[in-house]
């Protein structure tokens, strides 16, 4: 029976029964929702017919845009095949055993060993479980700190949340105990008045050493790290930060984890983000770009060590009993099986050849008075937004600034991201130089539009 009761807009629908989050509701009570139907290429359209340039991928994972047709193809060729599977009890899926061995290629790794989550929060999750297990099959149950960096983004679940470095999660009571946040490592924000870039990398490892030495070595399970903190603003580290924290981090015998679940499968011109800073990590976090987007998946990429050493810790007990319903879905590893293949033929060499063109557009815009800092490796990029450029000083929180130029982009038919006081911009490799020319154009005219307002 219809219900006549059902408000009659998108818009009033969608708040009526659905629970928005990170989303502000201010914002959307004054503007209303945008909710979309279908996607063109890096476009997508919403419910009255209005199209937007998507410079952010959907959340950075749309890497392929929003109707590849080999995806889409893949997606549904393994749905009429073998529409759904779990990997428990020794059973898995075809697709699954060959994503794996696809990554294992693809990995930094000699021996690489991968297990599948739905999410990357998920996987940072699954990574941490199996840092602990670890650690009390090798006799040493006191190993549980976990150390990652302020700005830090690794997801939502308690675990990942409390890794991420993030004063909103202090509304729910987190970080747990034992998850400790180092000094982000942004230079133009956190270097200190006459501190060059190599004295503020050399003060980040020493600040390491000093947290290591008061917390105890053998109580800490791992350090996290994004190669490029994204949801942070899309701060790459300082000069030199990789290289000066891993060999005490090696010294101390603590395994380093890249979370690439935003820099894996090309995102900052090389495979990985942790090859574009010339580093192999202990294990890769990987979900995002892993489908293009088109399935919901995350994967714990281990390296041989690790590998190791779990199959023994695990090999003791006879089973890790961990796992997810829908880990390694056939349905997503047809997908991701594709959408690696493209990277690979296709899309890698795309971010190269646009990375160019994506810097000079973002150094044209860093020209302006109230631009701070423009950031980024790849095709991931931010302009941070300053009221005073030579003080660095922010704008007053309660102007929203960087939401006023998202919302202005968007009146223009241009979807970026307002994240602290900067704009993030992360196109899918797929843009052409024509819609790159758009999208600077209209982010332009809107920082024109928003500063001539504030001034
Ligand atoms: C998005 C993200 C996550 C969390 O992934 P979800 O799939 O949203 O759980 C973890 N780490 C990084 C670096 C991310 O960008």
Known sequence: MPDTTLPDTWDARAKSASFFGFTDLPSIEARGTV?????????????EGRRYLDANSGLWNMIAGFDHPGLTKAAQDQYARFPGYHAFFGRMSDQTVMLSEKLAQVSPFDGAKVFYTNSGSEANDTMVKMLWFLAGAEGQPQRRKILTRGNAYHGVTV???????????????????????LTCPHYWREGRPGETEAQFTQRLAAELEEVIAREGADTIAGFFAEPVQGAGGVIPPSEGYFDAILPILRRHGIPVIADEVITGFGRTGSMWGSE????????IIASKA???GYFPMGAV?????????LQRATDA?????????????PVGCAIALAAIDLVETDLLARVQALTPAFEAGLARLA????IGEARSRGLMGALEAVKDKATKTPWEGHLSVSERIANTCTDHGLICRPL????????????TEGQMDEMFTKLGTALDAVFEGLA
């Open 301 to 309: 990429i281990l390296g041989p060590e690790l590998a190791d050493r």
């Open 420 to 431: 602290g006081q900067s704009v993030v911009l992360c196109p899918p490799f797929i843009l």
């Open 35 to 47: 909710v979309l139907t279908h996607g063109e290429g890096p476009y997508v359209i919403d419910t």
């Open 276 to 283: 574009s800073y010339g580093f192999v990590p202990g294990a």
């Open 367 to 370: 020209e302006h008075p109230h």
């Open 159 to 181: 675990v990942s949340a409390s890794m991420t470095g993030k004063p909103y999660n202090s509304v729910f009571g987190l970080p747990l105990p034992g998850f400790l946040h």
């Open 317 to 329: 007990i006879e089973e890790f009993p961990h796992g997810f319903t829908a880990s390694g879905h």
């Open 290 to 292: 892993l489908t293009a």
